[in-house]
């Protein structure tokens, strides 16, 4: 009898480019702007420890109340609907809504713990300022929580059969993950300020 190794339950990445500069161009600066404007967004950041800014907890509709948000929002929807078929989803009648969208902007020494997006099916990040030096996205195995006593892989284990993963996506790349995959964002080591837009989909 032949061997077979079977490959199952994989976990995908989806990768892709938004190439509108001028689009990128205006969201770095209204990212700019509202990380001053929102004053209730500063304060959740100074009240919980979040190093820089971000408008998670107070402007997570951007695409309602700003055009370049909503232009974002509908290059995104083409994103998601393919990797939707690339991951065999059965939608039935319904389809995947943004049903948030909010800016990252991480300073120096900047770092987001480790998480999940709980009551999403799909999320990701559009990074639009990536200077040199500044921090990849780390991904980590779903499957570590149970894997006990397991070795750790050797480090030229093939990248799928790594516990973490880093990415490193460049300005305009579209970063899509299911909603399950835990990641964070490690210290940003770059002297300017790295902008990122994520955001949320959930089955409508």
């Known amino acids: ?23 990128l161009a205006e969201i ?3 990212a ?16 919980n420890g979040y190093p820089g800014y971000t408008s998670y907890a107070s402007l ?29 989803f059965d939608l039935g009648d319904k389809k995947l809504k943004c049903d948030s969208l909010w800016i990252n902007i ?22 639009v300022a990536m200077p040199e030096g500044t921090s990849a ?14 070795p750790v892989p050797l480090k030229s284990a093939p990248q799928e059969l790594q516990r973490f993963v880093y990415v490193k996506p460049a300005v305009g790349e579209v970063l899509l993950w ?3 995959l835990r990641h964070e964002v490690p210290m940003n080591m770059s002297e300017e300020e790295r ?9 409508a």
Do not use: Q
Request: hydrophobic content about 40%; glycine content about 6%; aromatic content about 10%.
């Open 1 to 23: 009898m032949t061997s077979e190794i079977l490959t199952l339950f994989p976990t995908r990445i989806y990768r892709a480019n938004i190439t509108d500069a001028d689009l």
């Open 28 to 30: 770095v600066a209204a």
């Open 32 to 47: 700019e702007v509202l990380s001053v404007d929102d004053e209730a967004g500063r304060k959740w950041c100074r009240d």
């Open 60 to 88: 997570d509709d951007l695409p309602w109340r700003m055009p370049i948000f909503g232009d974002l929002e509908k290059a995104l929807d083409k994103h998601v609907a393919a990797f939707c078929k690339e991951l065999g």
């Open 106 to 127: 991480l300073p120096e020494g900047g770092t987001h713990a480790s998480h999940i997006h709980p009551h999403s099916v799909i999320s990701g990040t559009t990074y």
């Open 137 to 150: 996205l780390k991904l980590e195995d779903p499957r570590l929580p149970m894997m006990m006593l397991a």
């Open 178 to 180: 299911e909603s399950w």
């Open 195 to 203: 902008i990122s837009v994520s955001f949320n989909y959930g089955w």
